[in-house]
């Protein structure tokens, strides 16, 4: 028990102070892992934890990301303040749009998601409600400001992203330990079973798609301020394949998984940036490579442990 | 008034008639087998009653009110649990974390709870892992709390079914042929958690092919054969019922 | 009502294209309930390895526009269906018994690998068609001036779909493919070879798909990589349309589909043209996941 607390604060550590050895360029690669990270995260709960196939979170994603776009350019919200909003809009999205389709079973709910990602795009091309900006989307988003200090460089942004991750890893251990999170494995264990136990399934369900999507609402806005232009071309359904690829190859259900996973991913291509177009390739035959030869992913999950404390038996730490 | 009433019920699939104008009670405190060759449509009364699946004709109704169309998981909030007839217990979770999955609707914490580990949170944590550790040691399974639920002995998966059904509360328990595959031993002792299950007031409803451990633990057999039922009554009376013998039991059977 | 009817000629020719390449989609996941997602990319590859057929081996000059075409058509469907067979052997066949989850994210692996393929080996601009093979006339069908191309795309199709329909249900081998999507434990005890019914099922689809890219590149004049995305959601919600695992299903659905998209386009909105697909495909999951000709299947507890 001891030593994981050394060798996270070790980690901690090393992550606090990385930055300082590395040029903007690779912290800003740093920065990508670290959306993706979080973005993996959120995409986890839904993918890992409850086990539906959504194959359309790029959507949760965008409507994020241009939920802050649209409130700061019209209205001139400062970007982090707008963080909650973007969680609540894309939230609200996923309820709206996960709610008719909730009951369908595994492929066809894939589908459906993969469907609602493409709407989502097109929309968003197509400038629907004459505020998305067309395919050339939304430029000029403010950087985020905390306070008084602006945060430009990759370098600011890397602490920025960085803290959110901490702030995310923390909060899903938790969901992990928890009633929430039980229920979401009952339900990817066996749905029918989880149901006879009095587990409302469509609930949890429902909840695993709204707190996912309203995650990654939430970092999109930070993509926003990040890139301080947003476009359709951000959104696509193979980001929704990107994620959905951290997620299995880092290990459904593990957080150190999504991270792992966020890293290989994604820092992987930049390191082997000479075989640019090969990239895509080995990606693609890894996936194959790691399904028939490791299933559970890089670093799957370890069992909940519920140790003996004082007063009896409550959760531990795995 | 009995616990469980089922009247005139019917269920059809395609053309099968699964379920055939069938009418039982189950009174409160008892222990009541619902026994039949294979294909007689028990464990089609058992999903009809857990609606899992919705019946075509007729009512059931739990503690005076009908539960037709209500999801699967309200029916157990509303005290009837089950164990399935294919273990169908969360493989690759362990033991414990299988009889919690029971008393999941026993309790309150919500997402923020579950999010922040508020003091309430940890408190019902903590109570729920005693009380699943309690009913474990009920079923006899106390030694394998940490045990992954598939390395488990056949005959202490369907324990642990059982102990999952308890957590929740329930007023009814029915079980699904929960002797199936086990040897003489466990099946004895199954008749006494049967019978310990009842002493604490919970009423049981079962389906069992062993008729050795129907008679020992039964108060009253309904009998079904086709989807309709054929006999009713106490263990006695169906033993000698002729068209029980004739459609189930045969002539050479101790018991 | 000529623009109607030019519209419903073209969205027939269109769907008779979704029809061949939903075939494969419900084929392969009638036998074993696996979303191919690596077809679409079969299908560009039957488009580019048209066009390298066509250019190299110049067929049409040799044989004239007809049968070079025929030949042409033969060679591509039977390079795809060798792809195809090899597709399933290295990755799907290794993952039979393991979750449902698994061939899912084998399958995107495949898609992307096999994409990615084509474009290191054609490169990422748009390919161009030779112009001058198919009749660039016209014929006059009820006094409208129709595209001689679109009859014989839509004649095309219709014909590969006929010879599937009656190879699916008038041969042995085709009734075993149908038992086998029916129940595959079942199929195998009735002393089915099932895994030669898969390697067929993984030969015909993915050659119908072929077909398909070929006569794409042909009619519309332009490949590229990425053709598949687009014409494979759609042809797969044609598959769904019809109800995924039954044949016929896919036929009517591509077709329909195919309709509906052109008349949709034409009478409602053209931006929104690629997104109507996809409001197909979400309507018919949540009001008839089965489809118009599928079976709804219920499950044991």
Known sequence: MARTHWLYGALVLLAAVLPSFLNPYWVDVLNSIGIYAILALSLNLIVGHAGLFNLGHAAFYAVGAYTAAILNTQFQIPVLWLIPVCGLTSGLFALLVARPIIHLRGDYLCIVTIGVGEIVRIALINDVFGITGGSNGIFGIARPVVMGWVIRTPHQFYYLIWTLVGVTVVLFHLLEYSRFGRALNYLREDETAAEGSGIDTAHYKLASFVVGAAWAGMVGNVYAAKMTIISPESFTFWESVLMFAIVILGGCGSIPGMLLGAFLVVGLPEVFRGFANARMLVFGAAMVVMMIFRTQGILPPRPRRYRPTENGWGEGEG | MSLLSVSRLSKNFGGLSAVSNLTFVVPGGSVVGLIGPNGAGKTTVFNLITGIYRPDQGEILFNGSSIIGLPTHRIVARGIARTFQTIRLFQNLSTLENVLAGYHCQMKTGLFGSLLHTGRQRREERQAVSIALKTLKFVGLEGQAEQTARNLSYGNQRLLEIARALATGPQLLILDEPAGGMNEQETTRLVELIRSIRDRGITILLIEHDMSLVMRVCEKIVVMEYGLKIAEGSPEEIKGDPRVVEAYLGTDHEW | ?301
């Open chain 3, 1 to 301: 009502m000529e623009q109607f009817f030019q519209q419903l000629t073209n969205g027939l020719a269109v769907g008779g294209i979704y029809a061949l390449i939903a075939l494969g989609y419900t084929m392969v996941y009638g036998v074993l309930k696996l979303i191919n997602f690596a077809h679409s990319d079969l299908f560009t590859l039957g488009a580019y390895f048209g066009l390298t057929l066509l250019s190299s081996l110049l067929l049409t000059d040799k044989l004239g526009p007809f049968w070079g075409t025929i030949l042409l058509a033969v060679m591509v469907m039977g390079l795809i269906a060798l792809v195809g067979a090899l597709l399933d052997r290295v990755a799907y066949r290794p993952l039979r018994e393991s979750p449902r989850l698994s061939a899912v994210v084998s399958a995107l692996g495949a898609s992307i690998f096999l994409q990615n393929t084509v474009m290191l080996i054609y490169g990422a601009r748009f390919q161009v068609y030779p112009q001058n093979i198919l009749p660039a006339t016209a014929l006059n069908v009820f006094g409208i001036q129709v595209p001689v191309v679109r009859i014989l795309v839509l004649a095309a199709s219709l014909a590969l779909m006929t010879v599937l329909y009656l190879f699916i249900q008038k041969t042995r081998v085709g009734t075993a493919v149908r038992a086998a999507a029916i129940d595959q434990g079942a199929a195998r005890l009735m002393g089915i070879d099932v895994n030669r019914v898969i390697l067929l099922v993984f030969m015909i689809g993915p050659a119908l798909g072929g077909a398909a890219g070929l006569m794409v590149g042909l009619y519309y004049g332009q490949i590229n990589f990425t053709m598949g995305w687009v014409y494979g959601l759609k042809a797969f919600t044609a598959a769904i349309l019809g109800g995924i695992g039954n044949i016929p299903g896919a036929m009517v659905g591509g077709l329909l589909l195919g309709i509906i998209e052109a008349l949709g386009a034409t009478y409602l909105s053209v931006a929104w043209k690629d997104a109507i697909a996809f409001f197909v495909l979400i309507l018919i999951l949540i009001v008839r996941p089965t489809g118009l000709l599928g079976e709804r299947v219920a499950e044991k507890v």
